[in-house]
Structure formats: structure tokens, C-alpha cells
């Protein structure tokens, strides 16, 4: 007969001493460390967040009614994951992967940490691959590779989110996975964003993260980490996948109350000293993976508002010196009825054309040149400056140009659609047709290129011009 092991068990117990504000204090786990998941009997759960000479302090991850000073809280010896599945595609979920949409979990194919170490160098490889987010101007003007980070900046309501939710929309028949990051944002707008995905069949490629402004500011803080990743699980397995941080402004504000709460020192406008770190970190993870890796890539699109159009200001002037490029959304453009409010000057993207298609490379070489010289005839215009032949023959090309370059909101244009219209302009025959005669041939255009009949972006150059002259109709 066996006879039953009896052993000593050591624990290390937490005693709170403190809750408030979403965060809680402890005292009696001598050697826990960050990072580490504390749970209590009543379901209570916590994360390790810092560690003071006699104090632990911790983000809330769930509180119940219990918690309270005196209680007790127990080491589980675990990390923060998420439970990753391809089933996720189509849902909405919390930073903690718990279901927002009363449909019941898919079963957990593997668990991917929060927080993770970026791939390293050897494991990349070079931008090479084309995103098509379906907005003119960024496909044409300023291409954003596979593996990239663009950051979408910009004052409030100048149509950054709407610019992310056409990306997205976008790549419906792209073979993209996207991840749909929602921090800080009310009930209202979160609804709202679910209807307009669903409204255009894009749930079925796209998962929804959802952080919202009611909740415990720990969550909001870790839904970004929580995005990236579910995107980084299937980038690992072989996908590729576009993650949009909506947005990065309120991540650095739930961070900086934390870290306030936490009695950190604050430094440059009360933020932490390590907030250039939050956010490398996290976007660093964004990569191309190379074949022995798997081959799949990260694309982030990382959202950041503006006050008063200051871009110098210091959450934006660090995002912009960490990601790929920009992409500056005017609220003057938008006062002046410019949609899609891309502000040339200031947008940039430092990678994307070496991804971007010989083709429409070719056909846009100076496009951009062109038209940042006509904005600037523009002011003299104003002063009824008399121009001579040449000068005004360059002003009519960029009203164009201007006018080929506006698009409504949520309609996503694919780009054999870029490159017929970039023909028909480099042929010179759109030139000099009113705006209801252009509008007329673009719809044309629009039409056509959906059809079986339409040449691949890699065929030869001649047979997109006869490809094109039938459409608009116009003699050899």
C-alpha cells in the first residue's frame, strides 16, 4: 500500500492594503516579479506593475465587490496571454480576450504573451510587398509597404479613423488578416465602427479590441500590447496582417494616470520618463519575417491626435521618430472641402516606395513635385497674379490632379482602378473636361476595372493605354 507524501508547500500571500482607481497595493511578496498575475479566492485578479522597497503595487485586471483591504492575494506564477485562434476573425473582444459580443469563445489554438521581445534583425527581411489601403492619394503618392509603420496623425476630426476603417475595408480580397484596436473610445463610437465593418462585409477578415473609456484604466493600457498579439500569432504562422491603433494619444494618457498613481516620477508634461519605450516596443513588433521565419508580416497604422495642428508636441514628435513615415491629416484641408485632408507637404513614407508597383511608380514619378508646385502657384493666385502660358497650363494640370485626387469616405478604390486613371492623365486625356465629364469617365473607369477584361498591373504599359482609350472612348 502507498503510503501518501507528506511535504512542506511555501506560498508567498499578498495582504491589500490600498484599492483605488483601478490600481492596488500589497504587501508580503518579497520575491514576486513584474509582470507576474496575482488572483485572490473571490475571482479578483492583478498584475504586478510595480515593485517599491515594502510595497507591490498593481493594475486591477478584475475587481469584484470583495476587494478590499485585508484581503489576501496569492502568486499564480503566470504571465499575461491571450488565447489566439483563427476562429477570432469576425469578433470582439476585451484586451484579456474575454468575448464583448455574447458569442461563446472559440477554442484556444496557442497563447501568445503580451508582452514580447521584437524580432531580431536576422529574423526580417526588406519591405518589398505592396499594402493597398484604397486611398488615392496613399497608393499613389504614398505607398505603404507590407511590414511598414505609418502613423496616421492629424487634429481631431479630420477623418484619421475613417482613413484606417477604408484600409481596413480594403482588404477584403487581399488575403489580409486586420486587428481593429479601440482605446479609450465610448460605447457610441464603438458601436458605430462595429456597424460600418459589418455594413461592408469586412468582420469576416478583421478582429475588434475593444478598451473602452468606462473601463479600468489597466485595460486600456494593455490593449495595444493585447492586439498586437493576436496580429503577431498569425504572423508568425505564415500571414500577413494590418493592426490599427486607435488611438496611441489616450494609450499614453492611461499610461501616464497609472504611472501617476503609481507615484512614478513625472517628467516633459507629467508623462513618465519611459514613454518613448511604451511605444517602441510595441512597435517594433511590426515587421516583415523572412522565409525561415514563416514569412508573415505585421503592417501597424498607429492613430495619434494633434491640438491645433502642433505636430512638434511631444507623444506625436515621438511616434513620428519611431515609425516609417506619416501620414498628416490638415484640418485646414478640411475646412476648405479637401476630402481626403492629406497634407502633401508634411506626409511621407520612408519605406513604402521600395514596396511600391513599378508600374504605378512609373506613372506617378512626378505627380507629387507637380503637385506641391501648384499649391504654392495657388497663393499667388489669390492676389490675381497674371500668369504666363506655361505657368498657367501647370495650374489647370494640378486642379486635376487635385480633383483626381478627392475621395468620400468608406469607398476604398482598388488599384488597377489607380493605374487607369494615372494613364489617362499621363495621355492627356482628361485634360480639359468639366467636372461633371470627368466625374462621368472616373466612374467609367471605376466600372471597367472591375471586369475580367482588366490587364494585370504587370502588363505592358501599351496595353493599359489601349485598354484605357477603350474605355473613355477616345481615337487612336
Known amino acids: 500500500m502507498n503510503t501518501p ?59 469584484t465587490e470583495g476587494l478590499a483591504a485585508g484581503t489576501r492575494m496569492r502568486r499564480s506564477g503566470q504571465r499575461l496571454t491571450l488565447a489566439c485562434a483563427d476562429a477570432l476573425l469576425g469578433r470582439v473582444i476585451d484586451p484579456l480576450g474575454r468575448a464583448l459580443d455574447d458569442q461563446p469563445l472559440p ?56 482613413l484606417a476603417l477604408d484600409a481596413i475595408i480594403h482588404q477584403r480580397d487581399q488575403a489580409m488578416r486586420c486587428v481593429l484596436v479601440l482605446i479609450g473610445q465610448r460605447r457610441a463610437e464603438v458601436a ?56 496611441l494619444g489616450k494609450h499614453a494618457q492611461a499610461y501616464r494616470e497609472l504611472s501617476l498613481l503609481m507615484r512614478r516620477p513625472p517628467g516633459r508634461e507629467a508623462y513618465p520618463g519611459d514613454i518613448f519605450y511604451l511605444h517602441a516596443r510595441l512597435l517594433e513588433r511590426s515587421t516583415q519575417l523572412n522565409a525561415a521565419r514563416g514569412g508573415g508580416s505585421m503592417t501597424a497604422l498607429p492613430i495619434v491626435p494633434t491640438q491645433l495642428g502642433e505636430v512638434a ?63 504654392e502657384l495657388e497663393l499667388f493666385l489669390r492676389f490675381g497674379t497674371r500668369l504666363d502660358d506655361e505657368t498657367e497650363a501647370r495650374v489647370r494640370r494640378g486642379r486635376l490632379v487635385q480633383a483626381l485626387l478627392r475621395q468620400d469616405r468608406l469607398e476604398p478604390r482598388p488599384i488597377a482602378f489607380q493605374m487607369a486613371w494615372l ?29 475580367n477584361d482588366t490587364p494585370g498591373l504587370d502588363a505592358p504599359r501599351q496595353q493599359w493605354v489601349a485598354a484605357v482609350r477603350a474605355w473613355t472612348g477616345r481615337e487612336p
Open 423 to 451: 494613364v489617362a492623365l499621363n495621355e492627356g486625356w482628361l485634360d480639359g473636361l468639366e467636372p461633371s465629364a470627368l466625374q462621368a469617365v472616373l466612374d467609367t473607369l471605376q466600372l471597367r476595372v472591375r471586369g
Open 313 to 375: 508636441s511631444y507623444i506625436p514628435t515621438n511616434l513620428i521618430s519611431i515609425t516609417d513615415g506619416q501620414v498628416y491629416l490638415s484640418s485646414k484641408l478640411v475646412a476648405a472641402g479637401t476630402y481626403p485632408a492629406i497634407d502633401l507637404g508634411i506626409s511621407v513614407s520612408r519605406i513604402g516606395g521600395k514596396a511600391q508597383a513599378r508600374p504605378i511608380a512609373r506613372e506617378c514619378k512626378h505627380l507629387r513635385l507637380d503637385y506641391l508646385q501648384f499649391l
Open 192 to 247: 458605430e465602427t462595429i456597424h460600418l465593418l459589418n455594413e461592408h462585409d469586412a468582420m469576416s477578415h478583421t478582429t475588434i479590441v475593444v478598451a473602452e473609456a468606462g473601463g479600468l484604466p489597466g485595460l486600456q493600457y494593455l490593449a495595444p500590447f493585447a492586439g498586437c498579439a493576436l496580429a503577431e500569432s498569425w504572423m508568425q504562422a505564415g500571414h500577413d496582417t494590418l493592426i490599427v491603433y486607435d488611438d
Open 5 to 63: 507524501q507528506i511535504g512542506l508547500a511555501i506560498e508567498e500571500v499578498g495582504t491589500v492594503v490600498g484599492v483605488a482607481d483601478g490600481i492596488a497595493w500589497l504587501q508580503g511578496l518579497p520575491s514576486v516579479p513584474l509582470g507576474e498575475v496575482l488572483r485572490s479566492p473571490d475571482g479578483s485578479r492583478a498584475w504586478v506593475f510595480q515593485l517599491d522597497e515594502n510595497l507591490t503595487g498593481c493594475i486591477l485586471l478584475d475587481q
Open 107 to 162: 477554442p484556444v489554438e496557442r497563447q501568445q504573451p503580451l508582452e514580447a521581445r521584437s524580432p531580431a534583425i536576422i529574423d526580417r527581411d526588406p519591405v518589398t510587398r505592396p499594402l493597398y489601403t484604397g486611398n488615392t492619394v496613399i497608393d499613389t503618392l504614398l505607398p505603404i509597404g507590407r511590414g511598414q509603420r505609418e502613423l496616421l496623425i492629424g487634429d481631431e476630426s479630420t477623418g484619421k479613423s475613417s
